[in-house]
């Protein structure tokens, strides 16, 4: 579908000038300059027969052009947008570049019109990139549809931007420093085609081995997981996501809601689709040009070799911080490079072979390690001391890597005495590094994508739920008027989804309280219950370990502090009183509603210092029993507790695991739910209970 | 002292090969081509009276040469430099260069020599830069006396390295994109001289402004703290320090030791002393440009000027993660930028001038906002779009910013289109970085500079302390061959500084233990007490809230428990009965010896799970007021529950703020200590006390 994009058999230019040099006129020459090899057709209102621009005859009307357009550049003023795609429509041209700006980045107005075209667009069947983009490149079929000052140089990377301005210096970034791309793609305001079209596009695009992205929004947060999910099993996707500071934190009732911002909903996304974030252009560089240039590794294990000791340790120091595995040579491996080289040599890892190693002594010892078993990656390292010949030693590694059985990456450090060198590696496909941090980070990416490539996908599980009795008892409270419910009726709803809770009764009297007290035997604990008292114990509406004699006043003085806080209209529904538990790990449990990826669940540490802790993880819904298995092990202190710490046993996490599992299903189920939280939920060395939890509905659900 | 390695006005060379291309003839022809004026005497032993080299007279002796020698460059075989600085000693020529390698790095036999070679130095009083150096090179005296293949340019950053083939890429990257070097220096393996000598030279170099230095290892660490804290009055350091991973864990028997590598001492005592950490040679050098073109901002409020919104989120989301204060325009400002600049501009900060900014619009920009009082630094940044005129733009700014009130840094980003305009930048003095995150660090580490050259030295407090009690306590255990001090006596030492402690009586005999338990009225807790026996609970040594009638058999339980846990010699010293204390926020202080840097103090959330949340902030002693302030605010759990979470009110701070203190003070006064912690130490709302203590004493104390 968005092949007439890449390769058009003919392009129409619809809004040259014919006096001055203006935008239009620039995109008509990139286009020719390009080397574009099919029909190219500038239009211009005031056009007659007799007019040419740049050796073309230019059309006064895109319906006049004699023959079939493929795509249509579009750069006329915006108030003349409609209009032209109009015309498309009418011509059949289905692909559209709108360049012109002036919509809805422009404020309110700007969007009516980008409405209004979107309409239109759609009902004549025209796909339209943009509009207020820099154009698009395709270097492989010679395509420069763009007002892109540099044109980059051929290869196997594809850019995806949705910032022209930061795409110009992309592209002249990627022209000094010889990255080949095979298409760069402006996204502008994505009226149409967005992100998830084109990266659907580019999985099954021969040219392209990675793709790259600046994105500073994803539109379509669930469709954008179900395709990208797929690419990434083809093909790296790395991407840069800005925008970071700008999340405001959302207003929440909940620890769950209390903990998100819209970044960590980005984060999580991208960690489950396996798409790699980089935190800036450089670093997406890095990462994009060991994709471009290297296999995948078929492992973990890594070697550094090294002609200087001080860049072997910070490659070292780098390994630990990316937990990058130095593994040992083979005893085999050992015994050659002792043979060969000098005794001052470290043998080991990092392999050292001193600084006056020339290419002769890089070649025996890569000769040898390449064709250890016991090796699935190397990074050569190497600094230029006197009697090094650093030209000399890429040659060596052109030479015997070609095969690339292994995944090579290199670090020559320094300036005019290793550029030449570099050159030479990069015309090899080695790609180079300036210092080891860059390139043990790369290769802790590439690692680490090998795994998400062979990751399989897990069924969602189902269990007996009543999802009617989950279902009526929100209604019920929505029909109050009740859009936070808590208490007795949230965790109604969370056992109707099989999650053990408390047992729980709700009391109006002093009187009935002492009732339910003596049935309880046991000292008890009571909480006020309102809809508009979120955290009770801060305004003293909670009382533990209160005894059968202790109750009645308890009641009291809850009411009474809780009265003290509540305003006019808000209402007592009255006091729960649940049993006092014996002590035992005081988990959270929670999902929120993400605007764009759609439910974030999470689990950790609960009880009342949550924020403090901050001891958690989150993921997408749905869960699956490994995704529960990481989210665990993804904490770092809540699952060392449950696992038995120190001298305590283990807790139940089966029955934690079962319960995300469910909470999954629940808000799979109900997707009204706005935000849901069970904290804590109390697990014992076998079994547990949620004691407290809440639900915000959503209001137009 | 060290005037003679940098302003030598002669040097000796010796160790020139008649016959071969060797290092001393390389080191020669260095020094020749580097320019030095001074005289050059090469040595090499079968010299004659008419043995010439590179048209200077070879002596056959260093003693031979009839004129004064200031340095003397030795590059002869390892087993001939003890008689060359012998010769120095008897010539008068005080300090040496040793080139040569083949001494303590090579293992036993190496290091034997070396420490001959250095008594022997010592006593003639020639000082020594080396063994085993790549050299020594002064920008401004034009001394090149190394064997460095790249000579860099000069400037006015000092570099000290400690590795000789990372001073090759750097010397090389230096030369590559055009960094001044004021000096560089090569530490090998500081037999002699060391980095404590040449920060403290630096310190009033007046070519220097800004030092720099790679180090994996620091061997005089109090004496680096002591010079290291008055340099950076003068001058930043930013220091790169490797080997990180390296650190092994220290066996200890606390938490204050488990939780210490020696890697973070270094973390504590750059940040104490105020040296900038660089993680990379990257950006290490970026932030030496900052400083070495630069003022030190007079304040923190930074403004972000672009011509492309995508370029002004990346920086303001590198703002946010650095908090760094993107501060408001002053209502002039924002006037003045109203009336000049297109409607569209967004006057706001980041200030977006548009992507069609050309050199006078940067021009009407800047010019503003250089007069805004409420602004001491700007980053402007910049992508090369159609109409930008990159060189224009910096043609601007090295006008407008020659006064250099403002710290100025920029961020054009791209390729060939900005590289000429970097050239123009860079000859303006305006550090040029290839992305927003990397200015926005480069700010960041200035302006945390300005504070450090501002911060005022504290008084370290004294308190009435039993000093002579404590000694005797600890030298009685030792008697003993105690060198693990727990329980009560390790309370006692505590309770001697002032420091409060739970009342705690040391029972053998159920009976006896019946008897305090009655005195105490109310439960108690029972521990037992075992210099064998670290982690009492995890054996079942300790039993809390016992009431009267269960001591008894508590007793029998706790000593049957220990007994299955004891090996032959070890000791039960007896039982500890305590109070059962009401439940108070626990806290940990310890203090453990640091091999270079002498002790570290250390204050955190305490209790059984301090492993897991691993709260805490770790200083170097003596404590100060502020200090101990900076170290509470540096935790980021137990701060909060001490100041007061949620409904509970704070804790008695001022406590743990005078324990501090008087535990710097013990560790101050009996330094045999090897490590103390206090775990918990239970803060109430008023008072508080320690619970149990831990003391280790070093053995060859």
């Known amino acids: 579908m968005l092949n007439n994009f890449f390769n058009p058999g003919s392009?129409?230019?619809?809004?040259?000038?014919?006096?001055?040099?203006?935008?239009?006129?620039?995109i008509l020459k990139n286009i020719i300059n390009g080397g574009f090899e099919g029909d190219i057709f500038p239009v211009n209102k005031k056009a007659t027969t007799s007019?040419?621009?740049?050796?073309?005859?230019?059309?006064?009307?895109?319906?006049?052009?004699?023959?079939?357009?493929?795509?249509?550049?579009?750069?006329v003023p915006a108030v003349y947008v409609i209009p032209v795609i109009e015309d498309c429509g009418e011509k059949g041209v289905s692909s559209a570049v709108v360049i012109t700006a002036g919509f809805k980045e422009t404020g309110k107005k700007g969007a009516e019109l980008e409405s209004k075209l979107a309409k239109i667009a759609k009902d004549l069947g025209v796909r339209i990139l943009g509009p207020n983009v820099l154009g698009i490149i395709d270097t492989h079929s010679n395509l420069n549809a763009s007002f892109a000052p540099t044109y980059p140089p051929s290869g196997n990377i594809a850019f995806i931007s949705q910032s022209g301005a930061l795409g110009c210096a992309i592209l002249d970034q990627c022209r000094g420093e010889g990255v080949g791309l095979s298409k760069f793609i402006s996204l502008g305001n994505k009226m149409d085609l967005d992100e998830v079209d084109f990266i659907s596009y580019l999985k099954d695009d021969p040219q392209t081995k990675v793709i790259l992205g600046y994105l500073e929004n994803i539109g379509r947060g669930k469709e954008f997981i179900r395709v990208a999910k797929k690419v990434v099993k083809?093909?790296?996707?790395?991407?840069?996501?800005?925008?970071r500071s700008k999340?405001?934190?959302?207003?929440?009732?909940?620890?769950?809601?209390?903990?998100?911002?819209?970044?960590?909903?980005?984060?999580?996304?991208?960690?489950e689709i396996g798409i790699i974030r980089a935190k800036t252009l450089t670093e997406a560089f890095e990462m994009a040009r060991g994709f471009s240039f290297q296999p995948v590794p078929k492992g973990d294990k890594v070697l550094l070799l090294t002609n200087a000791g001080g860049a072997g340790i910070m490659a070292t120091d780098a390994c630990e911080d990316y937990s990058l595995n130095l593994t040992s040579l083979t005893e085999d491996s050992v015994k050659k490079l002792k043979e060969k080289l000098p005794p001052a040599s470290s043998i080991s890892n990092p392999l050292d072979i001193l600084g006056d190693a020339d290419p002769d002594r890089y070649r025996l010892a890569l000769d040898t390690v390449l064709q250890d078993p016991n090796l699935?990656?190397?990074?050569?390292?190497?600094?230029?001391?006197?009697?090094?010949?650093?030209?000399?030693?890429?040659?060596?590694?052109?030479?015997?890597?070609?095969?690339?059985?292994?995944?090579?990456?290199?670090?020559?450090?320094?300036?005019?005495?290793?550029?030449?060198?570099?050159?030479?590696?990069?015309?090899?496909?080695i790609p180079n590094y300036k210092e080891p941090e860059a390139a043990v980070r790369v290769l802790r990416n590439m690692i680490n994508y090998r795994f998400i490539r062979e990751r399989k996908?897990?069924?969602?599980?189902?269990?007996?739920?009543?999802?009617?009795?989950?279902?009526?008892?929100?209604k019920e409270e929505m029909k109050k008027g009740h859009f936070e419910v808590g208490g007795v009726n949230a965790l109604r709803v969370m056992s109707a989804y099989g999650i053990p809770t408390v047992d729980n009764y709700l009391v109006r009297t002093p009187e009935e309280a002492v009732q339910v007290a003596r049935k309880i035997s046991?000292?008890?604990?009571?909480?006020?219950?309102?809809?508009?008292?979120?955290?009770?114990?801060?305004?003293?509406?909670?009382?533990?370990?209160?005894?059968?004699?202790?109750?009645?006043?308890?009641?009291?003085?809850?009411?009474?502090?809780?009265e003290r806080f509540l305003h006019g209209d808000d209402e007592i529904v009255g006091i729960s009183i649940q049993p006092m538990l014996k002590e035992g790990k005081e988990v959270l449990i929670g999902a929120i509603r993400d605007v764009t990826f759609g439910y974030l669940i999470r689990f950790g540490l609960g009880g009342k210092y949550v924020e403090l802790f901050r001891d958690f993880s989150t993921k997408l819904v749905p869960l699956t029993p490994s995704k529960v298995e990481e989210m665990i092990d993804e904490t770092r202190i809540i699952s060392r507790l449950l696992k038995g710490f120190r001298d305590e046993g283990p807790s139940d996490i089966n029955l934690v695991r079962d319960s995300l599992l469910r909470l999954s299903r629940l808000v799979q189920d109900i997707p009204w739910i706005e935000e849901i939280e069970a904290n804590p939920l109390v697990v014992w060395e076998k079994g547990g209970v949620i004691i407290d939890a809440r639900i915000r509905i959503r209001k137009e659900g």
């Open 11 to 26: 392009i129409a230019v619809v809004g040259v000038s014919l006096e001055k040099e203006k935008l239009g006129n620039q």
């Open 51 to 75: 007019t040419y621009l740049n050796g073309l005859r230019v059309y006064p009307d895109l319906k006049e052009i004699p023959a079939k357009v493929d795509l249509c550049i579009v750069v």
């Open 234 to 243: 083809e093909k790296p996707i790395i991407m840069i996501k800005s925008g």
């Open 247 to 271: 999340a405001g934190r959302r207003a929440a009732s909940s620890h769950t809601g209390a903990l998100s911002g819209a970044d960590e909903a980005y984060d999580v996304a991208f960690k």
């Open 376 to 429: 699935d990656a190397i990074i050569l390292l190497l600094t230029p001391q006197t009697t090094t010949n650093p030209e000399g030693v890429a040659k060596v590694i052109d030479e015997l890597t070609k095969k690339k059985e292994k995944t090579i990456l290199s670090c020559f450090m320094g300036g005019e005495m290793v550029n030449p060198a570099i050159s030479i590696l990069n015309k090899a496909k």
């Open 457 to 474: 996908e897990e069924k969602v599980e189902f269990f007996q739920v009543d999802k009617s009795d989950a279902e009526r008892i929100l």
């Open 522 to 562: 046991g000292p008890v604990v009571m909480k006020i219950e309102s809809p508009a008292i979120i955290h009770k114990s801060d305004i003293g509406g909670v009382k533990l370990n209160v005894s059968v004699d202790q109750v009645e006043s308890s009641f009291n003085q809850i009411m009474e502090n809780a």
